[in-house]
T-cell receptor, first 115, second 114 residues
Framework: KAGVTQTPRYLIKTRGQQVTLSCSPI?????VSWYQQTPGQGLQFLFE???????NKGNFPGRFSGRQFSNSRSEMNVSTLELGDSALYLC??????????????FGPGTRLTVL | AQSVSQHNHHVILSEAASLELGCNYS??????LFWYVQYPGQHLQLLLK??????LVKGIKGFEAEFIKSKFSFNLRKPSVQWSDTAEYFC????????????FGGGTRVLVKP
């Protein structure tokens, strides 16, 4: 099976703009989670979607939002970009059949730079 | 607050040396435990995981980890490292009561000198 894919791999934006990142999960996986990775804060959970519904949300401002489509692909959006939003954004997918044995598999990430 | 601590930020060792990376978490209840590795320029990959049963789990590439519930620890070990083990290692905890959110430790950068 193909792994988790994320597009684009690199993005450069300026402050105040908005950005949309895309994630395609492993075939058959119904859950997608998003994480932000920065040198200062490490890996932090943003949110999780399962069957087009947000199931869990991390401690990020409302400028960060996401959605999931019926084919399980997911997008996350960041509005009014700030310099501190520069990070590697990781998407992870899991089957979603049973929490107790499910494992998240990560994509390569989208490197966002805000100037 | 929930937290996951990795004791060492950087580790430098020579090939064939043994490696042990510490991981502690600070909350009770049922947890699932993971070690992920991020090789230079590559994405996070799962090394091993613990859900239940034998607290000594074996993963890929000769890695193993031991879950000690009384110490809230899940330390990663490898008896003899290779230069190709140079990477950043992340411990992650999923608290079953909190859904599927993974809480990560700060990571440990391991440099193996040839």
């Amino acid at each position: 099976k193909a792994g988790v894919t994320q597009t684009p791999r690199y993005l450069i934006k300026t402050r105040g703009q908005q950005v949309t990142l895309s994630c395609s999960p492993i075939s058959g996986h119904r859950s997608v989670s998003w994480y932000q990775q920065t040198p200062g804060q490490g890996l932090q959970f943003l949110f999780e979607y399962f069957s087009e519904t947000q199931r869990n949300k991390g401690n990020f401002p409302g400028r960060f939002s996401g959605r999931q489509f019926s084919n399980s692909r997911s997008e996350m959006n960041v509005s009014t970009l700030e310099l501190g939003d520069s990070a590697l954004y990781l998407c992870a997918s899991r089957e979603g059949t049973a929490t107790s044995t499910d494992t998240q598999y990560f994509g390569p990430g989208t490197r966002l730079t805000v100037l | 607050a929930q937290s996951v601590s990795q004791h060492n930020h950087h580790v430098i060792l020579s090939e064939a040396a043994s490696l042990e990376l510490g991981c502690n978490y600070s909350y009770g209840g049922t947890v699932n435990l993971f070690w992920y590795v991020q090789y230079p320029g590559q994405h996070l990959q799962l090394l091993l995981k613990y859900f239940s049963g034998d607290p000594l789990v074996k993963g890929i590439k000769g890695f193993e980890a031991e879950f000690i519930k009384s110490k809230f620890s899940f330390n990663l070990r490898k008896p003899s490292v290779q230069w190709s083990d140079t990477a950043e290692y992340f411990c992650a905890v999923r608290r079953q009561a909190a859904g599927n959110k993974l809480t990560f430790g700060g990571g440990t950068r391991v440099l193996v000198k040839p």
